[in-house]
């Protein structure tokens, strides 16, 4: 069984008896008519994408490095108009367009107070000393080789490569991080996998949170209000888990509805999820490694 069909079941079965979330078909028929919302692309001002394609490629695995701490964005210090996770994708990318990728052996000596000006985050915070941590792991499993020399012709070999070679990656049963990779990698323009459409959406909180904005998901009442209170949930906790791997099943299903792959679905709703209507509604937050 691959690395995505394992996604699929897991997340089926935990859906199948899932006590705190519901999945509303009906509710997705939203979808029908905002199809299609556009190609899936990547912001070419927020991301690094005019270098070299050995630069580029780089980047990407830089930034999927350090693409997680939504548990953490709201204590972020935000660049105008920006979400968390942009903040953190276009700092690197100024970072990439001053100096250049880091080498591997710089990756693998990298320090939370070399990261603190690159990202522009108080001294001390949390989330900065995980980066370092996770681009010391990339330089790690990287070792000798560059970005282009692993990216191969199958995302699904590639993500399957990142969640055993890498402890921020595996996040077991989802695997959102080890996926993202591949698909990042293609957006970007210097991939190409025999495989991409085989992926899984990349469970995290906001792709669920469009989900029950649309109601396509439904929460119990005492879930819901944990979250409009702002308590974080645990990862790994039943609630936790039962948000992502319903969002992961509804996807299946809806996407096969749609006719198009889950992976290209995920791109849509995360983006539908930058407008006013999704920000304005709070969401569930973990804090973890994992998204």
Request: with cysteine; glycine share 10%.
């Given at each position: 069984m691959t690395l995505p069909e394992r996604?699929?079941?897991?997340?089926?079965?935990?859906?199948?008896?899932?006590?705190?979330?519901?999945?509303?078909?009906?509710?997705?028929?939203?979808?029908?008519g905002a199809w299609p919302p556009g190609k899936p692309e990547l912001d070419p001002e927020r991301h690094y994408l005019e270098g070299s394609r050995e630069d580029v490629a780089s980047y990407i695995f830089a930034l999927d490095a350090v693409n997680f701490g939504s548990g953490w964005f709201p204590t972020l210090r935000k660049r105008p108009g920006c979400s968390g996770y942009y903040t953190v994708a276009w700092a690197l990318a100024d970072r990439f367009r001053s100096a250049g990728p880091w080498s591997n052996r710089e990756l693998?000596?990298?320090?939370?107070?070399?990261?603190?000006?690159?990202?522009?985050?108080?001294?001390?915070?949390?989330?900065?000393a995980l980066f370092s941590e996770a681009?010391?792991?990339?330089?790690?499993?990287?070792?000798?080789?560059?970005?282009?020399?692993?990216?191969?012709?199958?995302?699904?070999?590639?993500?399957?490569?990142?969640?055993?070679?890498?402890?921020?990656?595996?996040?077991a049963g989802f695997w959102k991080r080890a996926q993202i990779v591949p698909n990042d990698l293609a957006l970007a323009g210097v991939a190409e996998f025999h495989d991409l459409d085989k992926l899984t959406i990349f469970a995290d909180n906001l792709v669920p949170h469009v989900l029950?904005?649309?109601?396509?998901?439904?929460?119990?009442?005492?879930?819901?209000?944990?979250?409009?209170?702002?308590?974080?949930?645990?990862?790994?906790?039943?609630?936790?888990?039962e948000i992502r791997a319903c969002a992961v099943h509804a996807c299946v299903q809806i996407a096969d509805r749609l006719g198009v792959p889950e992976r290209v679905l995920d791109t849509c709703l995360w983006d539908r999820g930058q407008a006013p209507r999704y920000k304005a509604l709070p969401r569930h937050r973990t804090r973890t490694v994992y998204y």
């Open positions: 996604v699929r079941e897991h997340c089926a079965a935990v859906a199948e008896s899932a006590q705190h979330v519901a999945i509303d078909l009906d509710a997705a028929g939203v979808y029908q693998r000596r990298l320090s939370a107070a070399d990261l603190q000006s690159v990202f522009g985050q108080e001294p001390g915070h949390p989330l900065i681009l010391r792991s990339l330089g790690e499993w990287l070792g000798e080789r560059c970005p282009l020399d692993v990216i191969g012709s199958s995302a699904v070999t590639l993500a399957s490569e990142l969640a055993s070679g890498m402890p921020f990656f595996d996040d029950r904005v649309d109601g396509a998901l439904v929460y119990s009442a005492a879930l819901a209000a944990r979250i409009e209170r702002g308590d974080l949930l645990e990862q790994g906790g039943e609630e936790e888990v």
